[in-house]
Each structure stands twice: as structure tokens, then as C-alpha cells.
């Protein structure tokens, strides 16, 4: 990585040198552990032995202790010597800058120049008197009203109206902007880590943590500094974010110490001491080389909300490698690359955008060249004048009115409403969605569950309470349906049992007294592990003087929990050198390595094969049934001599005997079945994927209402649900996942490759016309594969790990279930409100279009002006998307079935909608035009001169126009069909503000207007009918609901329009892909060239491995991780054989020890 750089950058962005730090009183400097970050391995154990003797003499330098950490009373010293844990955020975009990007708009220039030049030429005067009549119909009529010098008042009205619109558009991005930061924020902010001050375990946020720091780190966890490892049980590391190597690292205290900020703990526990963080950590150092401090050129290329998002995934992105160049491009990949931001809708939106432009543009097109042409034959052949050079002038001053009609046409035409619309939809719906407990990762994923048709579950946690309490035990041959009596049990059978919880526990593990009056003990870590510690309280004994006795770092071996293993070993050496393990895991896996098991006396008796199939029948599956979850508590002794080969795994967790079986209640959460009737009823499969036994499984899905006795449904273990999907070979067939699948309910003792594998099955499926749009829960460090792989993936916000959370879209910060239901509701509320929205954008479009068209081509000139169109302009996109995209979402949204990734855009209700209101409006206009004069026995406004005043008769018009869109506005509420308009207008303040607001502006608009908006003021009977013929409106959408779509064949065809905007294969194309659609080509070009550069290698590597797999190209390349190394885990996923994808997979589960199969 050059030192030279990060010295340099050290230099000027710290200003402290390797003197001031040893000033600072403390025994290192920051480079110099900077220095020793940068060994791996043996390097680095040399180099602490020879620098600082071991690790107890670096912690002494650093002022620390291993074992009491931090006192807490330096903390600020030590963030002025070593820096902070935080790497600088770029720096937002100023207002002035957006403003600046705003005014970019091609359409928005266009009218710049245009008015600019009608500026300059209304101040020029034809020389001579006479010379107005020479000019012809050019000037005729201008003087006569002594308005000539008002003609400047047109361009500087355009030139005021596109200061409007431009600081409307950058004030919506400046607050998009904003809001995404404070998403950022609490996004960093929810990441907390375990460390120990002052003899205390404490949770930090990962910004606190400073250099001296000793932090405890467990399965799971993100790691959020670069540090040394003091104490560890069997730990590994994926380090491939930094190495791409896939292998996980096994790190100890003696052999490889070095932890660096940003890789993932894949298994075992351990503490260690922080030696850098912020800018000075292997992450912060790349970042300083990518310039995270300062903006960087290719900034300006990304799309804000990929800039943000991007930021998301960086803020957790590792970072360092010895590859150097290679390694920082692959970051700036992953990190920019964060994940495919154009969702669906916005895939359709931007084609039909594109469509409608296109459309716009040869409209205007024609009406320019058709005003010109009148106006030159009329002129210089009908009425033969000659063109006289004094009045070229004047003459061009009309061609410049044709162009601005012209251009206005297409402002008008142009729906650049419809971004604004999806941004102002999803970011109020972010914003509120967090109100609900879901912290939405990235946008897409909210507007994408609102097309969910399936949602994989875990059980532990989600469904039920994740509350475990032990009810019933097995234990000296008796089977007790409620905790015994510890007087019932004898002494050793009770000594042996309670060290073998207290000992073989995560530590960090504790159950602590209830924070209210008469509230339950709170439960601190692993929910399965405090169950079991709560039995030994209600045993009478107490689990922390044994841990005081044998401290952690005092056990001789641990083999912690994985989803391999599915069960949890501590080895500890007796006073006499001998050795006892105490295990502890899923009953049916450790019974079957139990060979003996303690009787009533506490004496060891032989533990036959029927033994067991006696005690699974009248034990385990009695407790299973009632919904209980299973665990096995057993020991085994060991002699001093020899001593075992404590790495040969197989025959050390193997002779065990059985102490005692925990039946452990979880009990549903109350609102859950609830919910699962609500999904039911929108459309929506629930399955329950957990590592549970098939049985407990089955009890929990019956209570939760995902299954009802009598049905036809599938349940099914990991097991059974393998031999029915692979082939001979030990491959996945999508032919036979599609036969287990549509009736698949429950997925038990599955490991997290089966939810891959499920996962995938259901999104590669063609059973179905619709491909299905899959939601999935998780929790566990392996579970990312299966979360990336999803349409929506959904972590745990408080028992999920680091890794599930950055493989998520959207944190659901209770891990309740109910929390998905919302989500789903608010997901098809903005697909909703856009489509509300773009009824409404469309009927405005079509007629202002049509209307600016005719008009111009049958009387000259438009009957709106364009001061008039650019209102019209702001009320239909900017008020519009403000009004109908912050509706907020009703329980109806529930009681119909997902919309589909093909559906199209435009639904045969919304047409005929359209074209009713169009047809309506058109009819209204054209009268006005052309006899609008003899109803209201006024002067007519066509054919009026340049620089004429404003006629009433085209006010009359303007204001019939407008406040017919106001009140279609109203019906645009409704887009199914619905009578009543008005049901609910009242729970969205925004919209009545903005309905109201806008009537007022059209007031003062039409009476105090003048010549810069064209209008004159209206008498009271004019307005009256104006509003007259507004609310028409409403009556006729009344008629419009009572036509039967089934009469009118030719809607569904007419709704097509963006049916081609799904491209073919639309789930397999990811971020990576390099067809992006006509609109974004033109945004991005110069971000797409980047982007493929970097994406090549990746993809030669994928090609690749995809052969070397056999698995299919397209699905490979569909989401790339950029998290737990799912290259691997996908080509895993097809490989012959089961078992071995469990090892190779071998990331451990959170749901520790009890959850047998890794994820409930």
C-alpha cells in the first residue's frame, strides 16, 4: 500500500509526530503500531516478543489491562494521540452545488437561451416612425396599446419561473440528501461493540472504541478496529474482503495474533487489544487512499442515492490487502457497487419517461415548424410583403415565440415529475417505516416488498419471543414435566449437571435482575444459553462463582457452537491433571454420541441403542410436540496421560454421557398469527425455515397459523428435503425443487445452505407466470448467502450479527414479524402512490399537449402561455408528487394479491381514467377556444398580436385548465376503481395543504398576474363558473367508475405501453450487468465505463468457477456478495456432496449451541 502515501497523509491529516506521541505518556506511537499491523503471522509474534517482550508488555506501554481493560480516565488523551474510530464522511453536496446541477437540465437551458433572447429583442425598436405598418402583422397592434415596453416582461417571467423550478428540484435534493445521511448515521450508529472497562463488559458504539481498548469479539461480529489477539477459543476469520482468499483463518495468541478492522468472525470467541482505529486501521488507511476525506472526481459521476448507499456499504467495508492497486480497485468496487439501486418500478418508470419524452419532443418539434411555416406564408406569400431588414428584428422576435411555445410543449410533455414522485414516495416512506421497526438498508427493497409473494421465516426470535425458559427436564431416569425440586435430584447428578451449564457457556452469556418493579430478569447474549442458566437458578445454585473459579481464560478448549457441529464443548483440566469436557447441543445429535448416561444415583449406567429410541419416543418427542425445543447436557472424562489429540474432533465429541434433556419454551409472539393471516389474505406464503427438530417445528407452525391440521401441506426436515431436490449426483434439480416447493411449509433442522438452496429455487422457478418475489429472514453469519440471494432480505436488529446485517436490505430493529407486514404494506403504498401519481402526471400531459399543439397550429399561438405552462408544470410534478406520494397506507392495501413483476405499469383502470378525464378536459378547452367568447359576451384572444395584453378570454381558459387538474387531483386518490374519492383525505394533512395552497396561488396568479402570467383579473360570475367546470371533474369520474372495464376490449392492450420494460431475465440482471436502459445511459455514461472495467475481472473469476460447478451462469452472476464469501457458498450449493457443503461452508450459526441447525 506504499507507506510512503499513508505516512504522508498520517503527516498532514494528524500533525502529530512519533515524539508528541511518546510525550502523550504513552510507551508506543502511532506508527509504530501502525508498523505492526502491517505483519502477519509468525512476523508479527517475533516483532511483539522483540519490541515489547509479549503481549502483557504492549498493554503495559499502552497504559491497559488485559483482563480489567480500560480505567476510563483518558479517554480523550487517547483520542487526541491515536485518532478516533471514525473515518471522515465526504462532504455533502452544498445547496449551491445542487442548485448548480439542477440548472444542468437540457430542457431548462433550452428555455434560458430562449428567453434570454426574447429579453434582448423586446427592448429593440424598428427605426421610423411609419415603419410599424412596413413591418405588416408583425407589429400591428402594439403600439396601439402602448404596451411595447412591457414586452420584456414575458422572458424575465420564464427566466423567474425556471429560478423556481430550479430551487424547488435542489431543495428536494438537498433534503434527499440530508435524510440519507441521517439514515447513514443511525445505521453506524445501531453497530455496538462488547468491550471491557474497568473490569466491566460493556456495549460501546463502534466510534467510542479507542486504542487500548480490550474488546471482547464472538461469532458474528464485524470486527470494528485492527487489534491483537490476547485470548482466543477456536477462532476463524473470513478475511476474503481483504485477501479474497475464501479459506477461513484460524487465529491464536501464540501463532497469529493479528485481527484487522472490517473481517468477519466466522467462528469461536476471544478478546483482543485495540492498537489502531479510524483513518489509522487497515480500513481507514485505503480509505484515506481513496480519498475518503476529500471529494474525489469520480463523485461527481455516481447517482446521489448510489453515492449514499454506496456509503452504507463502506462504512463497512474491509479494507487492506498486499496486493495494493489491485486490492483498492476491487474496493472502490464493492463499495460503489453496494447493490443494484434501480429497483422494478424504477426500471419501468424510467422507460416510460423515456417513451413519453420522445413523444414530447416531435410534438414540439412539429409545432414549431408548423408556426414558422404559417407565419412565413402568410406573410411573405399570401400577403407577398418583402422582408425588410429593419424588421428582421420583429421578425425574429415571432420565430423566438414559436420556439418558446415549442419548448414549453415539451416541458410539459417531459414527466421529469415522475424521479421526483419515486424519490419524494420512498424516502417519506423510509422515513416512516422506521416508526414501524424496519431500518431500510437500501430504497429498492421497500418498494420490492410490496411485491413479495413469499416470505421464508426463522422461527427463534421472529415468531416467537425469543424468551427461552426451561419447563420440563429428564433427568437420574425421570422424566419431570415442570423444574424439580432440587432436593428431588441427587448431589452429584445436580454438581455435575450445574458446572456442565455454568462452564460450557459463552461467558458473556449472563442473566441479570429485571430493570422494573415486578418485571421478568433480563437475558444478556445467547437466548438459548440463558434458558439453560436460568434452570440452574431455579436449581437453587448460582452460575458465577463456578465461571470466578475457572475464569475464561483458564478453559483448556473450547469448540464452539457451528451449524456443522450443532453443539457446543468446553474442555477443562481438573486439580489431579486429568481432563473433563462438558457438551451441550441439539438432543437427538448428542445422544446419538452418548454411551452412557447418569441414573437416579448419579452413577453412570450403559446407554443402549433402544435405550435411546425408547427415551426420543417417551422423552423428546412428547416435549417436541408441545412445541418445546430440546437440549442435551452430557460430559465425558479424559486421563492426564496421554493426553488427547484434542484437534481429532471426531473421537474427542464421541463416548459421551448424558446428564440430563431440557425442554425449552419459546413461547409465539401474541401478535404473530395475526399477521400470518394478513399475509395469507394479501397473497403471500409464509414458510417457516428453522433448525429446529421437525416436530417443535410443526407445534410452533400450527400455533402461528402457518399450517392448519387437515391441509395438504409439506413438512419436512433438512434431511428428507435434500434427497427429494438432488439428482444421484448429490445436484439440485430445478425440476424437482419445483415438485417440493408450492406446497413446502415448514423446513426443519435445515441448514443455512438448505435456505440457500430454497431461496434460489423458488426465484429460478417457472411454475408460476409471475416470477416469485422472495423475502427472507435471518440472523446468523451464515444465513448471508441466502439474505443477499433474496428479493428482500431482512436481519435481526438485536440478535442478528454483523454480517446478516450487512448482507440485509432492511433491519427489522424488533425482530418481530409483524414489523414484515408493514413493510409490505408500505411497499405496495408507493407503488401505489406512483401510480396514482402517474395517472393524474399522464391526463395533465396528454391534454396540456394537446391543447398547446391544436392551439398553436389553428390560432398561432398557444392558449397557454409559457409563464402558464411552468406552472401548470410545478403543480403536476413538484405539488402532484408532494400531495399523492405521501398518502399514507390503509389495511386495504392487504386484501388483494401482489401486483407482479410484469404487470404493467399503466392498469386498465388507470387508462380509462385517463382517457375519460383527457376527453372531458379537451371537450371543456376547445370550447372555451373557440366559442368561449359568444358564452361569456367577451372580446376573443385568438389571433392577438405580439405584445398584446392579456386577453380574459385565454384567462378564462388558463383558469378552467387549472382547476380542472386541481380537482382530477382529487380523483387521482383512487386508482382501483374506488367511488368515494374523498375516503381519507383528511389523514394526509400534506395533501390538503397543498390542494388548498394551490387554489390560493391560482387566485393571486389570475388577479394580481398581469402581463407576466398573461392573465387579467376575473370577475366573481367567471370564476364561479371556472370552479363550476372544474368540479365537472368529480361528477365525471363518477360516470368514468360506472363504465365496466370488460367494455372496453381496447384498455389492455393500451396499458402495454411499458410491458417491455421487464427485460428478459429481469432477476437475473445485477448491479454488475452491463445493459443499463437508454435514460441511465445518458446519466451515466462515464459512470458505466468505470463500473465495467472493474466488473470484468470479477466476472472472468465467476465464469470460471461457475464451470468448475456446473451451476448456471446467469444465476451465478445474479447478486454477487460482498459480504460471506458467497462465490464459494454458490458454487457450493450444487456440489455432490451434502455433508461436504456443510464443512466448506463451515460459518457457525447465532442461535449458539441450541439452535441445532444453525437458524431458527
Known sequence: MGDLTNSDYYAKNQGNDVSSNHEGGF??????????????????????????????????????????????????????????????PKKPKTFLQLVWEALQDVTLIILEVAALISLGLSFYQPPGGDSGESCGTAAAGAEDEGEAEAGWIEGAAILLSVVCVVLVTAFNDWSKEKQFRGLQSRIEQEQKFQVVRGAQVIQLPVADIVVGDIAQIKYGDLLPADGVLIQGNDLKIDESSLTGESDHVKKDADKDPMLLSGTHVMEGSGRMLVTAVGVNSQTGIIFTLLGAGEPVEEEKKKEKVKKQDGAAAMEMQPLKSAEGGEMEEKEKKKANVSKKEKSVLQGKL?????????????????????????????????????????????????????????????????????PLAVTISLAYSVKKMMKDNNLVRHLDACETMGNATAICSDKTGTLTTNRMTAVACYVGD????????????????????????????????????????????MQVGNKTECGLLGLVLDLKRDYQPIRNQIPEEKLYKVYTFNSARKSMSTVIKLSDGSFRMYSKGASEIVLKKCTKILNQEGEPRVFRPRDKDEMVKKVIEPMACDGLRTICVAYRDFPADPEPLWDNENDILNELTAVCVVGIEDPVRPEVPDAIIRCQRAGITVRMVTGDNINTARAIAIKCGIIHPGEDFLCIDGKEFNRRIRNEKGEVEQERMDKVWPKLRVLARSSPTDKHTLVKGIIDSCLTDQRQVVAVTGDGTNDGPALKKADVGFAMGIAGTDVAKEASDIILTDDNFSSIVKAVMWGRNVYDSISKFLQFQLTVNVVAVIVAFTGACITQDSPLKAVQMLWVNLIMDTFASLALATEP??????????????????????????????????VIIFSLLFVGEQIFDIDSGRHAPLHSPPSEHYTIIFNT?????????????????????????????????????????????????????????LDMEKWGWCTFLGLGELVWGQVIATIPNSKLRFLRGAGQLTKKNEMPGDEDMNEDNEEIDHAERELRRGQVLWFRGLNRIQTQIDVVNTFKSGSSYQGQLRRQSSTTSQNQDVTNVSSPSHVSLSNALSPTSPTSIASPAGQC
Not at 401482489?898 to 386498465?908: C, D, E, Q, T, V
Not at 380523483?971 to 390538503?992: M, S, T, Y
Open 27 to 88: 510507551g508506543v506511537s502511532v506508527m509504530e503500531l501502525r508498523d505492526l499491523m502491517e505483519l502477519r503471522g509468525s512476523e508479527a509474534v517475533v516483532k511483539i516478543q522483540e519490541e515489547y517482550g509479549d503481549m502483557d508488555g504492549l498493554c503495559q506501554r499502552l497504559r491497559t489491562s488485559p483482563t480489567e481493560g480500560l480505567t476510563g480516565d483518558d479517554l480523550d488523551k487517547r483520542k487526541e494521540v491515536y485518532g478516533e474510530n471514525l473515518i471522515p
Open 350 to 418: 424510467t422507460k416510460l419517461a423515456v417513451q413519453i419524452g420522445k413523444a414530447g419532443l416531435v410534438m414540439s418539434a412539429i409545432t414549431v415548424i408548423i408556426l414558422v411555416l404559417y407565419f412565413a406564408v402568410d406573410n411573405f406569400v399570401l400577403q407577398k410583403r418583402p422582408w425588410l431588414t429593419e424588421c428582421t428584428p420583429i421578425y425574429v422576435q415571432y420565430f423566438v415565440k414559436f420556439f418558446i411555445i415549442g419548448v414549453t410543449v415539451l416541458v410539459v410533455a417531459v414527466p421529469e415529475g415522475l
Open 478 to 521: 425421570v422424566h419431570y414435566k415442570e423444574i424439580p425440586d432440587p432436593g428431588a435430584l441427587t448431589a452429584k447428578s445436580l454438581d455435575i449437571l450445574v458446572n456442565a451449564i455454568s462452564l460450557n457457556s459463552a461467558y458473556t452469556t449472563k442473566i441479570l435482575p429485571a430493570t422494573k418493579e415486578g418485571g421478568l430478569p
Open 889 to 922: 397506507p390503509t389495511e386495504a392495501l392487504l386484501m388483494r394479491k401482489p401486483y407482479g413483476r410484469n404487470k404493467p405499469l399503466i392498469s386498465s383502470t388507470m387508462t380509462k381514467n385517463i382517457l375519460g378525464h383527457g376527453i372531458y378536459q379537451l
Open 961 to 1017: 385548465f387549472v382547476l380542472m387538474q386541481l380537482f382530477n387531483e382529487i380523483n387521482a386518490r383512487k386508482i382501483h376503481g374506488e367511488r368515494n374519492v374523498f375516503d381519507g383525505i383528511f389523514r394526509n394533512p400534506i395533501f390538503c395543504s397543498i390542494v388548498f395552497g394551490t387554489f390560493a396561488i391560482q387566485i393571486v396568479i389570475v388577479q394580481f398576474g398581469g402581463k407576466p402570467f398573461s392573465c387579467t383579473p
